[in-house]
Structures are given as C-alpha cells and as structure tokens.
C-alpha cells in the first residue's frame, strides 16, 4: 500500500489498520470463530491520563481445548501517518497467552497480568523478546493458590509474525513457570530455550497451566 492509498483509506473513520492485521492472523487460526472481546475502560486509558495501556483482549477458544488470548495496544492499532511505513509497528509485538482453564471467567486473569506487563513496558521502555522472563512475585493469578509464578517469553506457537503499513507485528506469547524454573533461569538464562522445548513435551502449544507442580529443573 502506498501513502498516498493509506491516506485515501484513512478517509474511513472507522478504519483501524492495525486491529485488523491482528485480528487477521486470529481468523486464520480460529475460521468461522467470535472471539470473546473484553474492550478497557475508555476513560482509563492512558492517552486520557489513565494507566490502562492496552485497547482491549479478545480470547479464543481453540479446538485443542483451551483460551488464546491476545492483545490489542502494544502495537499502532488506528490511523498514525507518521507511523506508516515504519520498520517495527510500535513496539514490534502483541502479547499472547495460552489458558488450560476451561471457563472463560476462570482465564481473565490472565488479561490484568498482560496489562500490568504492558504499564511496565510503557513506563520503562524495556520491552521483551523470546526467552526473556519475568517474576511475578507470587501465583500468577493473585485469586488461586498456584506454584506458577513467573512468566517467559516465546514466539507464540501459532500465530506467525506479519508485516503491516506501521512495520513488522510479532506475537510474543507467555507461558507460565514455577519458582523453581525462574530461579533456575536466573542463575542460567541461556537455559531458557531448553526449558521451552522441555515443556512443550507435556504442553505442545506451552499453554500455562495453573495446576502444574512439576518443574522441569535442569
């Protein structure tokens, strides 16, 4: 697409290119699905003085049997000229999770946890790549007693990186991990691709799985 088109489609109020290259990717993935979308509170948000950072969350249920959840706000998601054509849209990524639980209420923990990381990314500049990891202090879902209470970073399992008008998207997808494995990769961090690939054994899709006990310690 040219600036020149970009601009001529722009003349579309209601157009929002880069919510519509997420939501792309997601209906590829899941066809003929409505996702479950949770939008923030407008006033909250930061653009309006708030500390919500993030646009919305939709979840999908998939096949497999369990939530993919994705975010909307990391990236350029409404009409930015000086945003077009740039190498990375934003912050270059949307972030993902993978939720064994199967209620939909039981998995919206999971969306005040990504957007607690995206006010920390937001405030700090420091973003994450795969295999960066990051301690929550305590069971991921504050309301449940779980030995998950980190998180690290992969390349979603799934959902494939996409070039759009503001530059390269990826989805950055966390999977929970015990004490024992943060501490281990804090010792260690260039364990981190083996301890990926050592839980998708059990977990093929690195879904989080808040009644998980073992650790996979190496």
């Given at each position: 697409?040219?600036?020149?088109?970009?601009?001529?489609?722009?003349?579309?109020?209601?157009?929002?290119?880069?919510?519509?290259?997420?939501?792309?990717?997601?209906?590829?993935?899941?066809?003929?699905?409505?996702?479950?979308?949770?939008?923030?509170?407008?006033?909250?948000?930061?653009?309006?003085?708030?500390?919500?950072?993030?646009?919305?969350?939709?979840?999908?249920?998939?096949?497999?049997?369990?939530?993919?959840?994705?975010?909307?706000?990391?990236?350029?998601?409404?009409?930015?000229?000086?945003?077009?054509?740039?190498?990375?849209?934003?912050?270059?990524?949307?972030?993902?999770?993978?939720?064994?639980?199967?209620?939909?209420?039981?998995?919206?923990?999971?969306?005040?946890?990504?957007?607690?990381?995206?006010?920390?990314?937001?405030?700090?500049?420091?973003?994450?790549?795969?295999?960066?990891?990051?301690?929550?202090?305590?069971?991921?879902?504050?309301?449940?007693?779980?030995?998950?209470?980190?998180?690290?970073?992969?390349?979603?399992?799934?959902?494939?990186?996409?070039?759009?008008?503001?530059?390269?998207?990826?989805?950055?997808?966390?999977?929970?991990?015990?004490?024992?494995?943060?501490?281990?990769?804090?010792?260690?961090?260039?364990?981190?691709?083996?301890?990926?690939?050592?839980?998708?054994?059990?977990?093929?899709?690195?879904?989080t799985d808040l009644k998980r006990t073992s650790s996979y310690i190496?």
């Open positions: 697409m040219t600036f020149e088109e970009f601009k001529k489609k722009a003349e579309d109020e209601d157009w929002a290119p880069g919510w519509d290259a997420i939501e792309s990717v997601f209906e590829k993935l899941y066809p003929n699905t409505e996702p479950m979308h949770y939008g923030t509170d407008m006033t909250k948000r930061a653009m309006f003085g708030g500390n919500q950072f993030l646009d919305g969350y939709s979840f999908y249920r998939s096949p497999k049997g369990y939530w993919h959840l994705v975010t909307f706000g990391m990236t350029h998601l409404y009409v930015e000229e000086d945003a077009f054509g740039g190498e990375w849209n934003k912050w270059g990524y949307e972030m993902t999770m993978k939720l064994t639980a199967g209620d939909i209420n039981d998995c919206l923990y999971a969306a005040d946890l990504l957007g607690n990381i995206a006010r920390y990314t937001y405030n700090t500049e420091k973003y994450f790549e795969p295999f960066h990891f990051i301690n929550c202090n305590g069971s991921v879902n504050a309301a449940v007693e779980s030995d998950i209470t980190a998180l690290l970073a992969v390349f979603d399992t799934e959902a494939e990186s996409i070039d759009t008008v503001y530059g390269k998207t990826d989805f950055i997808q966390f999977v929970g991990i015990t004490s024992e494995e943060y501490k281990m990769l804090s010792e260690n961090p260039s364990k981190a691709v083996e301890l990926a690939e050592r839980i998708k054994a059990d977990y093929p899709d690195l879904t190496f």
